[in-house]
């Protein structure tokens, strides 16, 4: 349905004589001859404000024949003009040699916020070219016509720049993570038709999802009004590559697993691998495991291979060696991960002597005896006279000295010895449980 737009809306004009001012053109039907506008300076413009954007397709002038004044009074000449921003304004129509007391034309449709008449020097009243007088200015146009959007959002992040419905092109940057996102659009005409990605969807509801390649990826959206040409939107959603490891693992070449500490974590870059004292391998094999589609990885300028070992020979005891995994990809920071591999210092007990019933051998790591005796009397000498040596009886700790003294409980009584190598990290954890009766 069609509305006459300009009505009860305030005009503004370059010149009137007063009292026939420009208001008097939109302010409703012609009661008098009286109700007009009259300019004595030409060219001249008469101007109004739709207050919002339309479509017109239709305009109305009624000259002062219309009012019961000879048509020697109406004015000959004169154009419609439309614009968006009220500065830059296209013709859309013109009526020329015109005789007749009201004028009523159509024609394509145009978006316009602002309209004007307009009307050309010596284009004035027949009787006085330089004259001119409108008794009514109407431009019509559909309402609920209208190819934008209201609104405009996505799933994945926020829009740049700020929405708004004459903004044609957005962007957007996510995650790796962010592996898809859904638009939801909201029509400002519910009845024009919405398409994302050229599929139909629903106005104020979130599309399917889509799925985001890593580098640029473009989404339309296309609205067609009922009347008027068809808006196109593009969204534009960077998804960068990751030089992130989603794993990190190692063994040694008898396939033996070895603990990274501390625990992999995608965030956390630095890990300790602490090779036992007495073990027999000699190579360790570890495993980076890529994130990024198009990342790459390598250790001191050599190509690693996502998910195959990466061999490291393992140093002797006291040594340790880093090993600087390099992940790379287009247009991200490089992300390092190290892993620091060391062969440990003795972590072993050398004796324990002087505990009733233990015949002490420094790879048994447990021990039951009963004992009569008041005190318990014990020497203990690690084999590497560095080591950091923590001792608890009955879950107290106590301070380590070579000689342990300490008067046991009745009953059941726990003597704890953990020695932690000086270098590497290697612990080994000795228990004795001792009854005394």
């Not at 001119?132 to 209208?146: K, N, Y």
């Not at 291979?305 to 340790?320: L, Y």
Request: aromatic share 8%; glycine share 6%; charged share 10%.
């Amino acid at each position: 349905m069609s509305y006459n737009l300009t009505n009860g809306k305030l005009p503004t004009a370059s010149s009137f004589v007063f009292p026939y001012v420009p208001s008097r053109t939109t302010d409703g039907a012609i009661t008098a001859p009286q109700d007009r506008w009259l300019t004595t300076t030409l060219p001249a413009a008469l101007m109004v404000d739709l207050q919002s954007i339309y479509y017109v397709n239709r305009w109305v002038v009624s000259n002062l024949g219309a009012t019961g004044w000879p048509t020697t009074y109406n004015t000959q000449g004169y154009s419609l003009q439309c614009s968006l921003d009220g500065q830059n304004w296209s013709t859309v129509d013109t009526v020329s040699n015109n005789a007749a007391s009201a004028t009523d034309r159509s024609f394509s449709p145009v978006l316009a916020r602002f309209v004007r008449l307009y009307i050309a020097s010596n284009s004035g009243m027949s009787i006085h070219p330089m004259y001119a007088s409108i008794a009514r200015f109407e431009v019509w146009g559909d309402l609920s016509t209208s190819g934008y959007l209201t609104s405009l959002t996505i799933s994945a992040g926020a829009l740049t720049p700020t929405f708004s419905k004459t903004t044609y092109a957005y962007s957007s940057t996510v995650g790796f993570n962010v592996a898809s996102t859904t638009v939801t659009a909201v029509l400002e005409d519910t009845n024009a038709q919405l398409k994302i990605n050229g599929v139909g969807a629903v106005s104020g509801q979130p599309s399917n999802a889509i799925p985001l390649a890593v580098g640029n990826n473009t989404i339309t959206i296309q609205v067609t009004p009922q009347t008027g040409p068809v808006q196109n939107y593009t969204i534009t959603i960077a998804r960068p590559d990751s030089t992130k490891l989603t794993s990190l693992t190692a063994r040694d070449n008898l396939n033996n697993p070895i603990s990274l500490k501390p625990s992999f974590d995608s965030n956390t870059t630095f890990y300790n691998v602490c090779i036992p004292q007495d073990s027999t391998a000699t190579v360790l094999n570890i495993t980076p495991v890529k994130e990024g589609v198009n990342a790459t990885i390598g250790v001191n300028g050599t190509a690693v291979t996502s998910g195959t070992p990466w061999p490291v020979t393992i140093p002797a005891v006291g040594g340790s060696v880093s090993v600087p995994f390099k992940v790379t990809a287009p247009q991200v920071t490089d992300t390092t991960y190290t892993v620091n591999v060391a062969k440990a210092t003795s972590a072993y007990l050398q004796s324990v002597t002087g505990i009733p019933g233990v015949n002490f051998v420094k790879t048994t790591y447990d021990y039951t005896t009963s004992i009569t005796t008041t005190k318990v009397k014990a020497t203990v000498i690690p084999e590497d006279t560095s080591a950091t040596i923590e001792v608890t009886i009955n879950g107290t700790s106590v301070p380590y000295t070579q000689r342990l003294i300490y008067t046991p409980n009745t009953g059941l009584n726990e003597l704890m010895i953990k020695v932690t190598s000086s270098f590497g990290g290697d612990s080994k954890t000795y228990a004795f449980h001792i009854t005394k009766s």
